[in-house]
């Protein structure tokens, strides 16, 4: 079945710190990808998606680009500030039709001043 | 204003107790879920109705009961509660194919 693997924390940074989160998926064909992320007492909010290979999604500054050869979808953020403190999803949705989302097991991010 | 929305927010109980989580969405959606974020912060999926029919159901014991009486509407009902059950719930919903918007959560704690 499909899965995803990530990075696990957790990590903590100091402010403008480059930010790397690796994730791996395993899937067939071409699934959807995106990353969520939830802050502290919060639901999970939608970060960014790609649902094609070679698509870069990005916002807040942070990006990630399918890349179907490596099976990647690479969380990244030139310079973190510590309102990006929150918990960081990788998440997949398998090509043809189906409605479910498949979690990583979630990265917590502390970035200090 | 808030787009999916679950009662209560936290929810203390003994075991063996019977319990229901609600949640609405106004966000005109036709699919609604039901995931379970374990003590380590694991997100998984449980249940998903679509325009009020069962579309997804996980292997969940069959003490959780969902209830989808409207395509804004969907409930957890929960007989019986164990240790095991105490996590944080969260319900989202999406047009079919599309993002999900999640709720804030129920932490359910069972003593």
């Known amino acids: 079945g499909n899965s995803v693997t990530q990075m696990e924390g957790p990590v903590t940074l100091s402010e403008e710190a480059f930010l790397t989160i690796n994730c791996t998926y395993t899937a067939t064909g071409y699934p959807s990808l995106f990353w969520y992320v939830q802050y502290p007492g919060e639901g999970l909010q939608l970060l960014l998606k790609a649902t094609k290979a070679d698509d870069k999604g990005s916002n807040k500054g942070f990006e990630a680009t399918y890349r179907k050869e490596t099976t990647s979808f690479h969380l990244e953020k030139g310079s973190v500030q510590v309102s990006d403190s929150a918990v960081y999803f990788c998440?997949?949705?398998?090509?043809?039709?189906?409605?479910?989302?498949?979690f990583g097991k979630g990265m917590k991010l502390t970035v200090n001043p | 204003d808030t787009a999916v929305s679950q009662t209560p927010k936290y929810l203390v109980t003994q075991m063996g107790n019977d319990k229901s989580i609600k949640c609405e969405q106004n966000l005109g959606h036709d699919t609604m879920y039901w995931y379970k974020q374990d003590s380590k912060k694991f997100l998984k999926i449980m249940f998903s109705y679509n325009n009020k029919e069962l579309i997804i159901n996980e292997t969940v014991p069959n003490r959780f009961s969902p209830k989808s009486p409207d395509k804004a509407h969907l409930n957890l009902h929960i007989n019986s509660l164990e240790l095991g059950d105490s996590a944080v719930y969260f319900c989202?919903?999406?047009?079919?194919?599309?993002?999900?918007?999640f709720g804030a959560g129920t932490r359910l704690s069972v003593l």
């Open positions: 989202a919903s999406s047009m079919t194919q599309n993002i999900q918007y």
């Open positions: 998440a997949l949705r398998g090509q043809g039709g189906s409605e479910k989302l498949v």
